[in-house]
T-cell receptor, first 110, second 115 residues
Framework: RKEVEQDPGPFNVPEGATVAFNCTYSNSASQSFFWYRQDCRKEPKLLMS???SGNEDGRFTAQLNRASQYISLLIRDSKLSDSATYLC???????????FGKGTRLHILP | GAVVSQHPSRVICKSGTSVKIECRSL??????MFWYRQFPKQSLMLMAT?????????EQGVEKDKFLINHASLTLSTLTVTSAHPEDSSFYICSAGRGGGTGQYFGPGTRLTVT
């Protein structure tokens, strides 16, 4: 099993729709979890951290299920500017070294 | 969020030359920085972990004599690609974290083209 696994997509979604991404991780002792966004030919940017209690930031909601080792990201009312690659990231320990998933490509269609 | 800068943003060099890339954390101190490489349409690959005041830790398959890393201060790490070849052409990105598992912040990347 890969350390961090994501559906590569692409997801082609009409503007205004809701889209959900899933991610699984293999190390049950992992400490921290994040979603990053990467635009074409740009660096990854931290979108949000993911907590067991779930967290929301505007149109974005992240959930963590430690028992199932599963992370999700929900984007509501999608915008054209949401088109990007979304990277699931896991920190397996208390240092800063992180493990990336291969990313899920999202295309929002006008 | 934290700011990480990288310089240069783009460099074109001839085969056989060396290229130095700088990574700076602008508003925080980073005892650890990371260097990644990304080829087109592929995911980020961690090359090495740069530790302030000590030797870098390289990932398997990354030649430490070719990719020289120096972390001279808590705000600066450099990656030197020595004797660059066309296959080294890639997007090189550094990152730094504040510690405690709070995530990493990435520099804007350096696009290296070796002709």
């Amino acid at each position: 099993r890969k350390e961090v696994e994501q559906d590569p997509g692409p997801f082609n979604v009409p503007e205004g729709a809701t889209v959900a991404f899933n991610c699984t991780y293999s190390n049950s002792a992992s400490q921290s979890f994040f979603w990053y966004r990467q635009d074409c030919r740009k660096e990854p940017k931290l979108l949000m951290s993911v907590y067991s209690s779930g967290n929301e930031d505007g149109r974005f909601t992240a959930q963590l299920n430690r028992a199932s080792q599963y992370i999700s990201l929900l984007i509501r009312d999608s915008k054209l500017s949401d088109s990007a690659t979304y990277l699931c990231v896991v920190n397996p320990s208390r240092d800063d070294k992180i493990i990336f998933g291969k990313g899920t490509r999202l295309h929002i269609l006008p | 969020g934290a700011v990480v800068s990288q310089h240069p943003s783009r460099v074109i060099c001839k085969s056989g030359t060396s290229v130095k890339i700088e990574c700076r954390s602008l508003d925080f101190q980073a005892t650890t920085m990371f260097w990644y490489r990304q080829f087109p349409k592929q995911s980020l690959m961690l090359m090495a972990t740069s530790n302030e005041g000590s030797k870098a830790t390289y990932e398997q398959g990354v030649e430490k004599d070719k990719f020289l890393i120096n972390h001279a201060s808590l705000t600066l790490s450099t990656l030197t690609v020595t004797s660059a070849h066309p296959e080294d052409s890639s997007f090189y990105i550094c990152s730094a974290g504040r510690g405690g598992g709070t995530g990493q912040y990435f520099g804007p990347g350096t696009r290296l083209t070796v002709t």
